[in-house]
């Protein structure tokens, strides 16, 4: 949604949707708006609780029915497995996505790696579609005045067109843009500490040729999935940079992260949004 600073300041009930990669502080900034007046929908949190919670819930029990303690107990309905997912604990859907490699490691084949890929794809274009239905539950059943819309790291890639529209329409689109310092930051987290992430099939398929050719190793199954996970990270942000850019361009605006960060409160964030409307 495209407005000036005036239009937005006068707007009763605000909505916006925060882009960027994990990691760049879209939860960080929505959590300095008043829980009061501001419902927070994290795009993460809906995967996880709606469009993979089965898939997630299986992928636990398989491991689970693997120690013979808790087949036995499970086959006869003495225990149930839930996933505890919040907002601040994502964990069962990184677990779910896992990554490439060695089996011994934890590792998938590339197979059951593009079957989890492509589920997430699907639930994170069905959590960005529940956007606009969700700002309405937010007023008319929460009472909340303003919505705020933490939106996935890969929704830059995500090539759905309805999801864009859908997003353009309802929310003011804010992409927070990292600097250098800032993007060195998130891969030497990445480094220390790999997660699973979404790629686009496109990349991720060029890419671990690219891989495989370096390391000279036999194939997939040879990988060591924390080593492929530290190696991929600096190229999907580098990959992403230019389609979080075109992406803010035609349907949002750029906000500086490095200024985000300084944001405190409602009222600074209102100023830095409207720094970049006109």
Known sequence: MRMSAKEFLAWPNKAITLLGMSGVGKTTLANKLPKSKWFHYSGDYRIGTKYLAEPI????????MQVGFLKDLLRSDSIYIASNITVHNLAPIATFLGKIGRADLGGLSVEEFRIRQKLHREA??????DVAQFIGKAQQIYGYKHFINDAGGSICELDDADTTSILAKHTVILYLQ?????????????????????????????RLENYIAETGQAGPAEIVPDEFARWLFPRLLAHRRPAYEAYADAHGYTLDARS??????????????TSVLD
Do not use: C, W
């Not at 819930?57 to 689970?64: F, G, H, P, S």
């Open 57 to 64: 819930l299986d992928n636990i029990k398989r491991q689970a």
């Open 124 to 129: 994170e274009i069905g959590a960005m579609q």
């Open 178 to 206: 990292p600097d250098e310092a800032m993007e060195q930051t998130m891969i030497q987290r990445a480094i220390d500490d790999p997660k699973p992430m979404y790629y686009h099939e496109d990349f991720l398929e060029q």
């Open 260 to 273: 985000a960060e300084s944001v405190n409160n409602e009222e600074e964030f209102l100023q830095l949004v």
